[in-house]
């Protein structure tokens, strides 16, 4: 097998979510895992100064419409969140705790978890609405909880960001295939390309 590709993505990015529904049946099709890495965009917005897609003016109008319209294109379901965009610490901490124990279950919950934001309209900015969707999984809830708030868990969700920042990553999604960055789910033709027929 050919190399991880490597997944950024903010649990607050709709166009993350888009991505995060296709991405491993794009990948399959050439071989490739995918290593899954939840970032923190409050994060990398103080490195570029940029702001939530609502904030903007004439932008933020046009990201409405933009989001549900990619959606349909790559045929999934979402509704914009009633609360949005959110603090994604919970989820993403929950995720690398799962992760170091089990990556298949790890991506299970990351999917999970983006449903419950961008379908059922589930706040999972809330620990506790991260660890019932984890619980949902078969994971312990006051497991869950107590990862959140563990020392370690918050570290590594620190170095994770602050390694993504270093290597270049800006937005969500955004994905690295052998050194080559694409950032957003509308870059999804220039990756199977790529990945068919190689650079170009």
Known sequence: MSNPV??????SSPYGYIA???IDELMAKYNRAVNWRPILLGAVFKVTGGQPLPSLPLKGDYAKRDIARSARFHGVAIRL??????ASQAP????YWVNDRDPAL???LAKALYRAYFVDDRDISGPDVTA????????QRDEVLAALNNPAVKDRL??????????GVFGSPYIVIDGEPFWGVDRFDHIERW??????
């Open 20 to 22: 995060a529904m296709k």
């Open 132 to 139: 019932d969707v984890a619980a949902t999984l078969g994971l």
């Open 158 to 167: 620190k170095n994770e960001v602050d390694a993504a920042i270093k290597l």
């Open 195 to 200: 990945l068919a027929q190689g650079p170009f």
């Open 6 to 11: 490597d997944f950024y993505f903010d649990y």
């Open 106 to 108: 790890a991506r299970k």
């Open 81 to 86: 969140p009633s609360k949005f965009p959110i």
């Open 92 to 95: 993403s901490r929950a995720f």
